[in-house]
């Protein structure tokens, strides 16, 4: 009783590429950069917690849930984690596994924070894609996926919580197929779930991994027994063996064959079975995140390909975070690298701004513990401090005017008016905002006309963590109150129809409602998607995007300009 899938680790070949060095080679190839995704309280941090645990990065894994308990997940550093027992901004940790560099990145599952969420996406090689067995795929899950597959990111499936009453694994593994449009090749198989959980086929191994719960126990004792068809199983395991045994085989015939380019492709998925809290099933993934997903692969930018061995060090800001050290009040610019090797006090030059960097305290990350590192490849994710030199989508390299593409903003659906509750402390209430729309966490609006900020979100939940960050972290209580604006759009004009000229006769025309963003880009504010289509044909040299990403380049040749 055997599945067909192939075990063998899947290395791309890079013979039509550059010329490099051995050394950048070996290392290229040994990243593997991943994000963990899926709808809310599926398990998903818990199994970032389990990871770290199995690669040795840290000795004891936090509780997610327990809100009163003094340990908390690693990845959830925030206060405001700690207190809800949720996850509200994406972490970044870096692992060694097998001779593998793991740059491991937690998401939010909350949709309020899904732009976080994208952009991240926009930084990895692969993502795995974690399902609650008892709940399947759920909405989040499905929006996850199509940023994914509009990225052609391979996909891991790790369908947790066998240890509960959950779905049958065939009816899940047909939901996902037909859910998501991909076809499932299971590496795993479950024996029974729930009070009669009692372990998991590894098909890809021959052998069968035998299930005892607690998250305290030594992860290393394990019980192994050797073969699929083992006649003790029947008499051990009784009825769930025998169940598992004809799914199994009726795997055999029916299942996919495993196929390492439809996985590259995003169109084919493993799929694995486990109790995240239990420590269950964990191993498993982790070696196949190192056997299967792929080291760091080229990267499109508007001036040409990017080749991640290439001699030339570039990256890419897809995050930036402050006050992940309370203390200090920081800003960390989260970079992948793309290309090249970098070195502690390298030259680096912003293509946006032209500003040239030599950054000598650039951090590796476990969450918020850090460490300084003297080198960096592509593939890993790079802590540089910024103190408002760079911006979310700059591009460093070593002098090439470089811009990559791909990092989205959306048009908020959102909008509140914000005041500061103690006048003065109002210089704090601009400073916080000024960080936090830098970060992303929220988008931050300078009316052209008027003196109250506004601030544009996805969802209510971004609101009350922008109130509460600014009230812990830079010590002022916050008035957010309902705004009258529900629309927004990015505008910009081509040279061809006036360019900069038109641009401001339309902002003077429409002063009482447009404002600047973050970037000082200009964005109309209205009530109605009615106004939007009226204002579009009275203004037909002027471009509306939903998109930032859309008009990003003509926004810094009109500033600049």
């Known amino acids: ?88 901004a994406s972490s970044v940790m870096q692992m060694e596994y097998r ?67 959950v779905k049958e694994p065939l009816a899940l593994m047909d939901e996902i197929e037909h859910e998501l449009g991909m076809e499932v090749v299971p590496f795993t198989w479950p024996v029974g779930m729930g009070k009669v959980f ?83 099933g964990v191993r498993e993934v982790l070696d196949a995140l190192v056997d299967l997903a792929p080291p760091p692969g080229q990267r499109p930018a508007i001036q040409r390909i990017v080749e991640p061995e290439e001699p030339k060090f570039s990256g890419v800001v897809f995050k930036i975070q402050a006050n992940m050290d309370p203390a200090h ?38 969450s918020q513990r850090r460490e ?21 989508g700059d591009t460093l390299t070593e002098g090439e005017v470089l811009q990559f593409t791909g990092l989205p903003f959306f048009a908020p659906e959102m909008f509140r008016s914000v005041e500061v509750a103690d006048p003065l402390r109002t210089k704090q209430l601009r400073a916080g905002l000024t960080q936090l729309g830098e970060e992303g966490a929220i988008q931050v609006f300078r009316p052209v006309a008027g003196s109250v900020l506004l601030l544009g979100a996805v969802g209510q939940l971004q609101f009350e963590v922008v109130a509460h960050r600014l009230e812990h972290e830079y010590g ?16 910009t004009c081509d040279e061809a129809d006036g360019g900069e000229k038109e641009l401001q006769r339309f902002i003077d025309g429409n002063a009482h409602r447009v404002a600047l963003d973050a970037v000082n880009a200009p964005t109309v504010l209205l009530e109605y998607a009615g106004e939007l289509r009226a204002m579009q044909e009275n203004w037909p040299k002027i471009k509306f995007h939903a998109l930032r990403e859309h008009a990003g380049l003509v926004f810094q040749k009109q500033l600049e300009g």
């Open 372 to 392: 300084l590192l003297d080198e960096a490849y592509a593939g890993d994710i790079i802590g540089i401090p910024n103190h408002g030199v760079l911006q979310l």
């Open 99 to 165: 001779d593998c560099v793991i740059n491991l990145l937690d998401t939010p599952g909350h949709q309020d924070f899904s732009e976080d969420t994208y952009r991240v996406l926009t930084a990895v090689d692969a993502a795995l894609m974690v399902i609650d067995a008892a709940n399947g795929v759920e909405p989040q899950t499905r929006r996850l996926l199509q940023v994914c597959r509009a990225r052609n990111t391979p996909i891991l499936t790790f369908v947790n919580k066998m240890d509960r009453e």
């Open 476 to 491: 002022c209580k916050a008035r957010i109150m309902p705004a009258r604006y529900n629309v927004a759009r990015w505008v």
């Open 198 to 280: 009692h372990g998991v086929m590894d098909l890809r191994a021959q052998q069968m991994r035998v299930f005892s719960p607690g998250e305290d126990r030594d992860h290393n004792a394990d019980e192994i027994l050797q073969g699929l068809d083992n006649p003790a199983y029947a008499e051990r395991f009784g009825m769930q063996y025998e169940q598992a045994q004809g799914e199994i085989e009726l795997l055999s015939d029916a299942a996919p064959l495993f196929e390492p380019h439809a996985f590259l492709a995003g169109h084919q998925t493993p799929m694995f079975f486990g109790s995240a809290v239990n420590n269950f």
């Open 329 to 366: 009040r920081d800003r960390i610019a989260f970079l992948r690298v793309a290309s090249g090797h970098f070195e502690r006090g390298m030259r680096l030059k912003v293509s946006r701004s032209g500003k040239e960097l030599r950054p000598n305290t650039v951090v590796s990350f476990l």
């Open 1 to 88: 009783m055997t599945v067909a899938i192939a075990a063998a680790p899947i290395i791309a070949g890079f013979a039509s590429r550059p010329p490099m060095s051995a050394d950048l080679a070996t290392e290229v190839r040994r990243r593997r950069t991943f994000a963990i995704i899926s709808h809310p309280d599926a398990g998903k941090t818990t199994l970032t917690e389990k990871l770290l645990l199995f690669s040795g990065a840290i000795q004891i894994a936090g509780s997610v849930k327990a809100r009163k308990a003094t340990r908390h997940a690693t990845s959830d550093w925030m206060e405001i984690e700690k207190q809800r027992g949720i996850s509200v």
